[in-house]
């Protein structure tokens, strides 16, 4: 009998053009029954902390309180090259506006969260789910909201004004490509089961990278009010080079978060993020 591997991941384009491959069948191991779970990627987090799946998409921000438990696979990973979370509100204000005022954030344990604490501390944070966060902004609930997903390439469409891209914040402070989120195994499944799911998950998004048309098809499905254009811009944004290995670059990267987190207080201890080879 095969090896039952669960793959979790957030129902979006950008994820779903990833595993296209390996859910429709283009790649794959005789040995490895991939099991898919889609949940947002704050349930993600929350799951990932309990261990639940033999592999999932995490957050760099949750990653690092599961570094014991999980291993960062070499590809997967979701980077904003100078672009990134934004914050948007109702209407045109300047960023130094935003102190002493509330922030619709989508999850506490979401990079985008741990980068607006790094950019301004002290923000009122109220919880909200990634894909309502435009609504409560326009309603009036909260005074700007903190957009991830698809809402990066909507936001215009939907009324709202951009008043920082935390992407370009990072880039301009660090030089470097911002980390958002990663694809983890857990590490109690040994090295050479380890070696197969990564070598399978790398052919799927290169599958997908080879094939857009067909993978973006696909991609359509988990694409939230996006069009051909969009949800075609949206995939390109972080499924990339960066996507099938983070080179030195991009690990620099992701050990500067994690760095600049503890250094200012955001994350309570130092973190030293563990690849797979």
């Given at each position: ?58 957050s760099f ?20 090259d ?78 709202l ?76 944004m ?40």
């Amino acid at each position: 009998m095969p090896q039952r591997i669960t793959l979790a991941h957030s129902p979006d384009a950008d994820d779903a053009f990833m595993f296209y491959a390996l859910a429709t069948g283009k790649v794959g191991d005789p040995d490895l029954e991939f099991v898919h779970v889609l949940e947002d990627i704050q349930t993600l987090n929350e799951r990932a902390s309990r261990g639940a799946y033999e592999v999932t998409a995490v957050s760099f921000h949750a990653y690092a309180y599961l570094s014991d438990r999980y291993a960062l696979l070499p590809h997967g990973a979701s980077m904003g090259d100078g672009y990134g979370p934004m914050i948007v509100a109702r209407q045109p204000m300047a960023s130094d506006a935003l102190r002493g005022k509330r922030i619709a954030v989508p999850g506490t344990l979401t990079t985008a969260v741990l980068v607006l604490g790094l950019w301004l501390p002290g923000l009122e944070q109220v919880v909200v789910p990634f894909d309502r966060i435009p609504e409560v902004v326009l309603a009036g609930r909260v005074d700007a909201g903190l957009i991830i997903h698809e809402g990066q390439v909507t936001y215009r469409s939907q009324g709202l004004h951009k008043i920082v891209d935390l992407g370009e914040w990072w880039t301009a402070e660090t030089g470097l490509p911002l980390p958002l989120g990663g694809n983890v195994i857990r590490k109690d499944l040994g090295a050479e089961l380890t070696r197969r799911v990564s070598r399978v998950l790398r052919e799927s998004i290169q599958y997908g990278l080879a094939h857009r048309a067909d993978a973006l098809a696909h991609a359509m499905r988990y694409g939230r009010d996006l069009d051909v254009p969009l949800a075609d811009r949206f995939v390109g944004m972080y499924v990339n080079q960066w996507t099938l290995d983070y080179g030195e670059r991009g690990r620099e990267a992701v050990r500067r978060l994690f760095a600049l987190g503890h250094e200012r207080g955001m994350l309570p201890f130092a973190v030293e993020p563990e690849f797979v080879d």
